[in-house]
């Protein structure tokens, strides 16, 4: 058989905590699973960039006060049953995978008991964390354990492309009369060997991230460009929520010059501790807007700043951690005291300055408890799917943890059914044709790329963003339509590479937020209409 035909018991396509722990689930019960990396290792993703922490429980805490706190901080339009799921399996799951099975260096006190900080939107202590570099820390101890697994195979190097299903690629009138879509894998560019491979699957993982790099202000990684909802829009799963992306409250900002690919992340876990955020007067000011002050959920203090920005006709305002925090911030945030001192800034002194950034994709590909889409064989875990959780609004350092229960969840569902021998028949794999490529022409453009991503990220920041309006959205999709139809032909007959499909994937995703936006007339949460 063809080198870049590839059979797969299960493929899962991202790398971060979804990805991996749903392969290991899956692995554990002996079962081949196929994993996809966009780089050369499994840190390419947003996982690693998580600084906050995790949720877990506390001595104050029960699953009824946890469930609370997501559904306020959701504005209650959260799905209420996957919400009572997390709050209660989630901390079991997490004590079973990160305490026991596969041990994460949270820190301890001097007691030797795991410490438990507290974050914007939370009643109580419950987060458990590794510094500031948790995210980090768990893939670290994730990756390992991938790497050392006989059942997992891990691809370097590549990107999805499309999901395949019998009713728009099996060749035959047999697969074209069946009332049943089914995923059967996807089509994947490996750039290494810059080749599109087939990958055949019995069933398929979506753990693609989120879409945060579609703004011109963003936390994400460079590959965060709404994949996987593109794949999964053109495969027929639905997506919902997706007008609900999260903006957090305080990344550094350097300037309105800086030309950073992402902006970094001021984590919440900072105000948790005690910092304030004042303006350029060296005024608190977050009592003004909300009796919760400096911990009210996300959303409310990112429109804060932006509000109290306009007032003092500033670029930024400040976060006073020298003043507030008890702690030695030379040691709780170090990556964050690092990042700002390269930058000339000594947070045990001066207040940090920050601005608002897109940070994380509240909607999704829709799935139920086990992580399964509307479409069969297909499942979502992570940011790229859509669990109803987080409602309008996600509560801090929930996200982490929605990843790995999921991830398990949906494991277990796969290698229940995977153990049944629900295999695709032989007849319906062969009907799936190759890659075929659509030319020649050699009209790839570094410039007119980057150009068109910057048309994208300029659109769905001033148009998209923080505040929206019927006005803006409307002319967002005029441009957005006019940009996909114009991608379509220009690149018709070029050969297909990373940087085109990261193109058409990110248009497409930017245009699903901004159809949904529109769709939405009224103000939920991190979806604020100003008409």
């Known amino acids: 058989m063809q080198d870049h035909r590839i059979r797969a018991e299960v493929l899962v396509i991202g790398s971060g905590i979804s990805g991996c722990i749903s392969a290991l689930t899956i692995a554990e019960k002996g079962i081949e ?14 996982t690693r960039l998580a600084q906050g922490g995790i949720v877990y429980t506390g001595p104050e805490d029960c699953p009824k ?21 997390m709050a209660k399996n989630g901390p079991e799951v997490l004590k079973r995978l990160f305490l026991d099975k596969y041990p994460v260096p949270f820190h301890k006190d001097d007691d030797g008991e795991y410490s438990l900080t507290r974050e914007g939107g939370h009643a109580v202590p419950r987060i458990l964390y590794c510094a500031d570099h948790t995210g980090q820390s768990i893939m670290e101890v994730l990756a390992k354990n991938v790497a050392e697994h006989p059942y997992i195979r891990v691809c370097t190097n590549r990107t999805a492309i499309d999901l395949l299903t019998n009713h728009h690629h099996a060749r035959g009138t047999e697969f074209m009369y069946t009332l049943s879509n089914k995923c059967l894998g996807a089509y994947v560019y490996n750039e290494s060997r810059n080749v599109v491979e ?64 992402r902006r970094f992340l001021i984590s919440e876990a900072v105000r948790g501790e005690g910092a304030k955020l004042i303006n350029s007067s060296g005024e608190a000011f977050m009592h003004h807007y909300d009796p919760r002050a400096d911990l009210a959920p996300r959303d409310i203090v990112t429109r804060s700043i932006l509000d109290e920005m306009f007032k003092t006709e500033e670029e930024c305002v400040y976060l006073d951690a020298a003043n507030h925090v008890k702690h030695d911030l030379t040691k709780r945030f170090p990556t964050i005291y690092g990042k700002c001192a ?111 991503w910057a048309f994208i990220r300029s659109i769905m920041w001033n148009y998209v963003g923080i505040t929206r309006s019927t006005a803006r959205l409307n002319r967002a999709i005029d441009d957005l339509v006019n940009l996909n139809r114009n991608l379509r032909s220009f690149y018709k007959r070029t050969p297909i590479s990373r940087p085109i499909i990261d193109l058409f994937h990110g248009s497409q995703s930017a245009l699903t937020v901004t159809v949904a936006a529109l769709r939405s007339k009224k103000s939920i949460g991190c979806h604020y209409r100003i008409d």
């Open 65 to 85: 006060a946890l469930e609370s706190d997501i559904r306020t901080a959701g504005w209650d339009y959260n799905n209420k049953k996957a919400v009572r799921a």
């Open 198 to 261: 087939t990958v055949l699957a019995d069933f398929t993982v979506l753990a693609t991230g989120g879409l945060g790099q579609i703004y011109q202000h963003t936390t994400n990684s460079t590959g965060s460009i709404g994949s996987g909802i593109a794949m999964a829009n053109r495969a027929k799963a639905r997506v919902i929520n997706a007008e609900m992306v999260q903006f957090h409250p305080t990344t550094y900002f350097q300037g309105t010059r800086s030309r950073a690919s």
């Open 342 to 452: 390269d930058a000339g800034l000594d947070i045990t002194k001066e207040p940090i300055p920050v601005v608002p950034a897109a940070h994380y994709f509240c909607g999704g590909i829709l799935v139920d408890e086990k992580g399964k889409t509307t479409l069969d064989r297909l499942y979502s875990v992570g940011e790229c799917s859509c669990t109803g959780v987080h409602g309008g609004n996600r509560l801090a350092s929930t996200s982490l943890l929605e990843g790995m229960l999921w991830g398990n969840t949906a494991g277990e569902d796969i290698a229940a059914r995977a153990s049944k021998k629900s295999k695709i028949n032989r007849k319906m794999l062969d009907a799936i044709p190759d890659w075929e490529s659509p030319g020649n022409n050699s009209n790839e453009d570094p410039a007119l790329i980057a150009q068109d």
């Open 33 to 46: 699973v196929t994993l996809l990396t966009q780089g050369e290792d499994l840190f390419t993703g947003n």
